[in-house]
C-alpha cells in the first residue's frame, strides 16, 4: 500500500493535467465524474484511501511499457466517456492513428491525447526507443454501480449489442 501510495502521490501532476483536460473538454461530464468518484469514495474504503492520495477524477489509470497497441475501441469505456493518454520514455514515433478518420496525432513524450476511445477506433504506430503510456480512463462498470448513468444517455441499454463490457 505504501509503494502504491508514493506511485499515486509521484503522479500527482499527472492527474492534475488529466482533470484539467476533462474538465475544459466536457464541463457537464467532469462534473459527474466527480458525483462517481465521490460515490465511489462513500461505497469503497480502499478507494477513499487511495483518492487521499491522487486526486484523479477517473478511477483507472495503467503504465504501458513497450506495449503495441493494435486497432480496437476501448469496450469496457462508456459510450460518452473519454480516454486520457499520456506518452513518457524515450522514443521516437508512435503516433496514434485513427484511420476511420484519416487522422494520425504525433504521440510523443510529454503529448496527451485526448479521445472517446469506446467510439473511435484508435492504434499506435511503431516507434523507435523506450515508450511508456499511461492512459488514464473509465469503465461502465463503475458509472453502473455508482447508479450514475450520464455517460449512456441517448444509448440504448438495453440493447445487447451496444454496451458490451
Known amino acids: 500500500m505504501n509503494a502504491t501510495c508514493a506511485f499515486a502521490k509521484d503522479l500527482q501532476p499527472l492527474s492534475y493535467r488529466v482533470n484539467s483536460i476533462l474538465k475544459h473538454a466536457d464541463s457537464k461530464h467532469f462534473e459527474q465524474a466527480l458525483l462517481v468518484r465521490e460515490a465511489a469514495k462513500r461505497a469503497v474504503p480502499s478507494y477513499a484511501a487511495i483518492s487521499a492520495v491522487d486526486p ?14 493494435h486497432l480496437h ?8 466517456a473519454f480516454a486520457v493518454m499520456a506518452a513518457a520514455g524515450y522514443h521516437k514515433g508512435g503516433y496514434c492513428k485513427l484511420p476511420h478518420l484519416g487522422i494520425r496525432i504525433r504521440f510523443e513524450p510529454g503529448d496527451i491525447i485526448l479521445l472517446r476511445g469506446r467510439v ?21 462498470s463503475m458509472w453502473r454501480a455508482m447508479k450514475n448513468y450520464t455517460v449512456f444517455e441517448g444509448y440504448d441499454l438495453e440493447d445487447p449489442d451496444s454496451e458490451d463490457d
Open 56 to 69: 484523479l477524477v477517473y478511477e483507472g489509470r495503467e503504465v504501458l511499457v513497450n506495449r503495441m497497441s
Open 120 to 140: 473511435v477506433p484508435h492504434e499506435i504506430e511503431d516507434w523507435i526507443g523506450q515508450r511508456i503510456t499511461i492512459p488514464h480512463f473509465t469503465h461502465s
Open 73 to 80: 475501441t476501448d469496450r469496457q469505456d462508456p459510450p460518452w
